[in-house]
């Protein structure tokens, strides 16, 4: 028998392969890199694309530089509406057409991040016309998955162990977040479904053949969330697990919001009582993902009126071609870039520049340190979550295994060094680990 652990994280997916010859890794994309990327791009002619293609079609789109259109589209349906009051009062109902508002133009759209909306009432989103729900969108990048997984195994694999957070994003619904991915998995070709948590799968990689007793403390710190576990070794007994909904993503947007939100309107003032940008649209910027979600005729008819009162235009025409000519993503990769560039030298360029949009900010990794002060805090309290919830202390823990690829920030590896003592760190392998430790599970449920 056969089973795959898949470890579907926010920002990047991996599938491990359980069989008779135990546990490997398997190269998602052409070029035998195992990491595929959790995007997806949706073209009204095309269709879905995910990963490394996904990318290349949008960037595509963006060289083109064609612009956003909206137009009305019939949709062949009418719908029953009062007529205009009379000086009679009521003048019966009339049937008008139905008609939508739909994108054309030959590009499409690229959506990441949604993992990060599993717990919210998100129901979908609308594209090109077309409803999707969250569970349609991820079973696109699901059954991609497994289609290319089953390609390189040779036989269509039902069996599977998937990663979960120890907390997910947003809103505290573990419930609603488990029964949305069950049902992706579901809709994807997989008939057995099974969890575990993403440390407890980067603590197993780590155990296999170890027999010495000790206790370790597993760091995850990936592009979504920080999960902490701490467990008994040879035994593989889970002592305690805490988590936050915090991780690279979350650092990408304080860098946006600190060093580039001046850009886009941060510093311009509306109209005569000297207004602020919209809540709305500085929240949205933060992630690419979510700039992608703002380009609707209510955003561009905002930007106009925006425009007519803004006290600085260059910024607002700079915000209005960042959504209508698709450059969020390049944006963010260059921030993403940026950060981790900081893991190595001591100061960095960020660099962008394209359409009206022109950005060069000299980053230094002691103002980056600065910008991330605050998630230490909330790191720190993670971890003592996760010792307290395991009724030890920090200097009972005899290893300290980091994974994920924020966990390669030194301000991070630095905080983590004084609380448990560097002679302690073990880096295993910051993006494999936990897709291991989740084949390793596969065989142990499915063996």
């Given at each position: 028998?056969?089973?795959?652990?898949?470890?579907?994280?926010?920002?990047?997916s991996?599938?491990?392969?359980?069989?008779n010859?135990?546990?490997?890794?398997?190269?998602?994309?052409k070029?035998?890199?195992?990491?595929?990327r959790?995007?997806?791009?949706?073209?009204?002619d095309?269709?879905?694309?995910v990963?490394?293609?996904?990318?290349?079609?949008?960037?595509?789109?963006?060289?083109?530089?064609?612009?956003?259109?909206?137009?009305?589209?019939?949709?062949?349906?009418y719908?029953?509406?009062?007529?205009?009051?009379?000086?009679?009062?009521?003048?019966?109902?009339?049937?008008?057409?139905?008609?939508?508002?739909?994108?054309?133009?030959?590009?499409?759209?690229?959506l990441?991040?949604?993992?990060?909306?599993l717990?919210?009432?998100?129901?979908?989103?609308?594209?090109?016309?077309n409803?999707?729900?969250?569970?349609?969108?991820?079973?696109?990048?699901?059954?991609?998955?497994?289609?290319?997984?089953?390609?390189?195994?040779?036989?269509?694999?039902?069996?599977?162990?998937?990663?979960?957070?120890?907390?997910?994003?947003?809103?505290?619904?573990?419930?609603?977040?488990?029964k949305?991915?069950?049902?992706?998995?579901?809709?994807?070709?997989?008939?057995?479904?099974?969890?575990?948590?993403?440390?407890?799968?980067?603590?197993?990689?780590?155990?296999?053949?170890?027999?010495?007793?000790?206790?370790?403390a597993i760091?995850?710190?990936?592009?979504?969330t920080l999960?902490?576990?701490?467990?008994?070794?040879?035994?593989?007994?889970?002592?305690?697990?805490?988590?936050?909904?915090i991780?690279?993503?979350?650092?990408?947007?304080?860098?946006?919001?600190?060093?580039?939100?001046?850009?886009?309107?941060?510093?311009?003032?509306?109209?005569?009582?000297g207004?602020?940008?919209?809540?709305?649209?500085?929240?949205?910027?933060?992630?690419?993902?979510?700039?992608?979600?703002?380009?609707?005729?209510?955003?561009?008819?905002?930007?106009?009126?925006?425009?007519?009162?803004?006290?600085?235009k260059?910024?607002?025409?700079?915000?209005?071609?960042?959504?209508?000519?698709?450059?969020?993503?390049?944006?963010?990769?260059?921030?993403?870039r940026?950060?981790?560039?900081?893991?190595?030298?001591?100061?960095?360029?960020?660099?962008?520049?394209?359409?009206?949009?022109?950005?060069?900010?000299?980053?230094?990794?002691?103002?980056?340190?600065?910008?991330?002060?605050?998630?230490?805090q909330?790191?720190?309290?993670?971890?003592?979550?996760g010792?307290?919830?395991?009724?030890?202390?920090?200097?009972?823990?005899?290893?300290l295994?980091?994974?994920?690829?924020?966990?390669?920030?030194p301000a991070?590896?630095?905080?983590?060094?004084?609380?448990?003592?560097?002679?302690?760190?073990?880096?295993?392998?910051?993006?494999?680990?936990?897709?291991?430790?989740?084949?390793?599970?596969?065989?142990?449920?499915?063996g």
């Amino acid at each position: 028998m056969k089973a795959y652990g898949i470890d579907f994280g926010t920002t990047n997916s991996l599938v491990s392969l359980w069989d008779n010859e135990g546990v490997r890794v398997l190269p998602m994309e052409k070029n035998s890199q195992n990491i595929i990327r959790s995007v997806m791009y949706y073209h009204p002619d095309k269709g879905f694309e995910v990963g490394k293609r996904a990318i290349e079609l949008y960037l595509d789109d963006v060289a083109k530089g064609e612009p956003l259109r909206l137009v009305e589209k019939f949709t062949g349906k009418y719908v029953r509406i009062p007529k205009p009051l009379t000086m009679g009062g009521f003048a019966g109902m009339v049937d008008v057409p139905q008609v939508i508002l739909v994108e054309e133009g030959n590009r499409g759209r690229l959506l990441q991040g949604l993992k990060s909306v599993l717990t919210a009432r998100f129901e979908g989103t609308e594209l090109f016309g077309n409803k999707y729900s969250l569970e349609d969108l991820l079973t696109v990048m699901m059954t991609e998955i497994k289609k290319r997984a089953d390609e390189m195994t040779g036989e269509e694999v039902d069996s599977v162990v998937l990663g979960r957070p120890v907390k997910y994003v947003g809103a505290n619904n573990e419930e609603l977040a488990l029964k949305r991915m069950r049902e992706v998995a579901r809709r994807a070709g997989f008939r057995n479904v099974e969890f575990e948590m993403e440390p407890v799968g980067a603590a197993l990689s780590y155990g296999v053949g170890r027999q010495e007793r000790e206790k370790v403390a597993i760091f995850d710190f990936g592009g979504g969330t920080l999960d902490v576990s701490v467990m008994d070794f040879p035994s593989g007994r889970v002592l305690g697990v805490s988590g936050a909904p915090i991780g690279g993503d979350l650092i990408d947007s304080k860098i946006f919001e600190q060093k580039l939100m001046k850009y886009f309107g941060g510093e311009v003032r509306f109209g005569k009582q000297g207004l602020p940008i919209p809540t709305y649209i500085a929240g949205s910027l933060k992630n690419w993902y979510s700039i992608s979600l703002l380009k609707t005729k209510a955003f561009l008819d905002s930007v106009e009126s925006l425009m007519a009162e803004a006290d600085d235009k260059n910024a607002i025409q700079a915000l209005k071609d960042l959504v209508v000519y698709n450059l969020g993503f390049m944006l963010h990769e260059e921030i993403d870039r940026v950060k981790i560039s900081l893991s190595s030298v001591e100061a960095e360029n960020l660099v962008f520049d394209q359409k009206s949009i022109h950005i060069n900010e000299h980053i230094t990794r002691g103002e980056f340190e600065d910008l991330v002060s605050d998630l230490l805090q909330l790191v720190d309290q993670c971890v003592n979550a996760g010792l307290k919830n395991a009724g030890v202390k920090p200097q009972q823990i005899d290893r300290l295994v980091i994974t994920g690829g924020s966990s390669l920030i030194p301000a991070v590896r630095n905080h983590l060094a004084l609380k448990f003592g560097a002679e302690k760190i073990i880096s295993e392998d910051v993006f494999e680990s936990v897709v291991k430790g989740l084949g390793i599970k596969a065989g142990q449920i499915y063996g």
